[in-house]
């Protein structure tokens, strides 16, 4: 069972920078992406960043130019830098996983229980 480790929330002021890190155990087979979602308050969960194992991005239109994501496949990590943070980018953020196997047509997602980022104005 894979099991994702989140690290990195808390409280900074608008302007401010944090990172986020996860690292996943317990993967048996291929991971096909890494990456973080969040949910504010309210809201729906929301994808904020992912990587495929290729280098592939994928980025949510309100973080492009803020949030940098990046991967170390060799230890099944995954970290999320968030620079001019917003009170808007205020919500829990939670780590993503898609394992692939054992057939090439199976797909399993896996959550992180989720940190918190909190932006003040």
């Known amino acids: 069972q894979v099991q994702l480790v989140e690290s990195g929330g808390g409280l900074v002021r608008r302007g401010g920078s944090l990172r986020l890190s996860c690292a996943a155990s317990?993967?048996?087979?291929?991971?096909?992406?890494m990456g973080w979602y969040r949910q504010a308050p309210g809201k729906q969960r929301e994808l904020v960043a992912s990587m495929t194992s290729g280098g592939s991005t994928n980025y949510g239109d309100s973080v492009k130019g803020r949030f940098t994501i990046s991967r170390d496949n060799a230890k099944n990590t995954v970290s999320l830098q968030m620079n001019n943070l917003q009170p808007e980018d205020t919500a829990a953020y939670y780590c993503h996983l898609v394992e692939l196997g054992p057939e090439v047509v199976d797909e399993t997602d896996y959550w992180g229980q989720g940190t918190q980022v909190t932006v003040s104005p």
């Open positions: 317990g993967v048996r087979f291929s991971i096909a992406a």
